[in-house]
């Protein structure tokens, strides 16, 4: 079975193993942008034992009811992601960027302090408020009205590379927050900031796993 898991992509796991993805935070595996690879290969880049999280993976406990959003259609699953990402992501920046602010301002001397964070949440906002806009008004209506795959791989292609983008924009926010590791003498307005940027960290990933390894996909989706 461990060998099964091992073969398997992490997309792939991401979808049919409820916790799956809180594992794959922990190791830092790319389920996302390189969701298409399999969980062996992945993990031997990373130096990390593949058999080790696979059964890690065949023992977490069974979730509670999913829904298995490869049995879906394109318009449900369009549905989903405006209500679950884009309406959220639009909530968590302007709640955010401010708290950045305040915190930069605030510990501007201590060692550990994130400069430069709250530019760098304002550029990842424009960047992704642009991205969304553009899924909303060009390419999600054509998946709607179920129009082939192989007829809109332009605009695909601009927004799997824009995910790209996104992916290397939290590459810098790690680096920019120690991978959001709060230092121990951190206040409850930092130890916030840090925790609600956990949370976009990995809504963002889920979604752009939905869009690439779903939806992107979906050849044999109904419209």
């Not at 979808?15 to 790319?30: I, M, R, V």
């Not at 993990?43 to 058999?51: I, M, P, V």
């Not at 930069?104 to 060692?111: G, I, L, Q, S």
């Not at 590459?171 to 307005?189: F, G, I, Q, R, Y």
Request: charged share 25%; glycine share 4%.
């Amino acid at each position: 079975m461990h060998d099964n898991l091992t073969e398997r992509t992490l997309s792939e796991l991401s979808f049919s193993l409820p916790g799956s993805t809180a594992l794959f935070h922990d190791y830092k595996l790319d389920f996302c942008c390189a969701g298409q690879r399999s969980l062996g290969d992945a993990a031997r880049e990373r130096g990390l034992d593949a058999q080790r999280i696979a059964e890690q993976l065949q023992a977490l406990p069974p979730g509670s009811p999913q829904v298995d959003w490869r049995l879906t259609s394109n318009a449900e699953l369009i549905d989903h992601i405006l209500e679950r990402y884009h309406a959220v992501h639009r909530e968590q920046f302007p709640a955010l960027i401010p708290l950045a602010d305040r915190v930069e301002k605030t510990h501007a001397d201590h060692p550990q302090c994130p400069a430069g964070l709250t530019t760098h949440l304002r550029t990842m906002q424009e960047e992704l408020e642009w991205h969304m806009c553009k899924e909303e008004s060009v390419l999600f209506p054509w998946l709607r009205q179920g129009i082939p795959l192989a007829h809109v791989q332009g605009p695909i292609g601009v927004m799997r590379h824009e995910h790209d983008e996104h992916a290397q924009s939290l590459a810098v926010l790690a680096e920019l927050t120690d991978d959001l590791t709060p230092p121990a003498d951190a206040c409850n307005s930092w130890r916030r900031l840090y925790s609600g940027l956990e949370t976009l960290r990995r809504d963002l990933m889920q979604h752009i796993n939905l869009e690439n390894n779903l939806l992107f996909l979906g050849a044999n989706r109904p419209a």
